[in-house]
């Protein structure tokens, strides 16, 4: 089992669209939590950090499930710009980041 | 603010050569790290530095090597490059750990 997994997708969504993606974990003493976001042959940038009480950024919400071991990223009306791969990210109880797959979301006009 | 540049953007090998991927921070970072991807898989952790003459192995160290003489410079080292190397390469730096880093854009590189 990888220690963060993602559905790959994509997921393909019309603009103005409420799209969400989930991302499980298997280390339950896992520390912290983010979304990345990664266009297509770019670097990854941080999106948003993850917090215990959900927050949210804008159009961009994100809650974290910890007795499930789960994190989720809601993305309200949809943007053409929002088209890249999100990455989930967790960092280990040993300080190092896990970077899952990434799902790709697609925002069709 | 230059933040973190990598060279080169392309490189191509054959096997059993070396070369340096060079990454630079102009951000005054303690922590830099240096980061594999390949398809269907997330990105992998090469090594990291926590600062200047501090170095230790991520999760797949092995053909790498790298040294932090500076703060501002954190090269990789391919000793004898090989074919499942190609790879694209992302050297990252965080002000206070491995959380919220920032990446470099990447180096593309085959080995033949």
């Known amino acids: 089992r990888k220690e963060v997994e993602q559905d790959p997708g994509p997921f393909n969504v019309p603009e103005g669209a409420t799209v969400a993606f989930n991302c499980t974990y298997s280390n339950s003493a896992s520390q912290s939590f983010f979304w990345y976001r990664q266009d297509c042959r770019k670097e990854p940038k941080l999106l948003m950090s993850v917090y215990s009480s959900g927050n949210e950024d804008g159009r961009f919400t994100a809650q974290l499930n910890r007795a499930s071991q789960y994190i989720s990223l809601l993305i309200r009306d949809s943007k053409l710009s929002d088209s890249a791969t999100y990455l989930c990210?967790?960092?280990?109880?040993?300080?190092?980041?896990?970077f899952g797959q990434g799902t790709t979301l697609q925002v069709k006009p | 603010n230059a933040g973190v540049t990598q060279t080169p953007k392309f490189q191509v090998l054959k096997t059993g050569q070396s070369m340096t991927l060079q990454c630079a921070q102009d951000?005054?970072?303690?922590?830099m790290s240096w980061y594999r991807q390949d398809p269907g898989m997330g990105l992998r952790l090469i090594h990291y530095?926590?600062?200047?003459?501090?170095?230790d192995q991520g999760e797949v160290p092995n053909g790498y090597n790298v040294s932090r003489s500076t703060t501002e410079d954190f090269p990789l080292r391919l000793l004898s490059a090989a074919p499942s190397q190609t790879s694209v390469y992302f050297c990252?730096?965080?002000?206070?750990?491995?959380?919220?880093?920032?990446f470099g854009p990447g180096t593309r590189l085959t080995v033949l």
């Open positions: 990210v967790v960092r280990d109880n040993t300080g190092k980041l896990i």
């Open positions: 530095s926590v600062g200047a003459g501090i170095t």
């Open positions: 990252a730096t965080g002000a206070s750990g491995p959380d919220t880093q920032y």
């Open positions: 951000m005054n970072h303690e922590y």
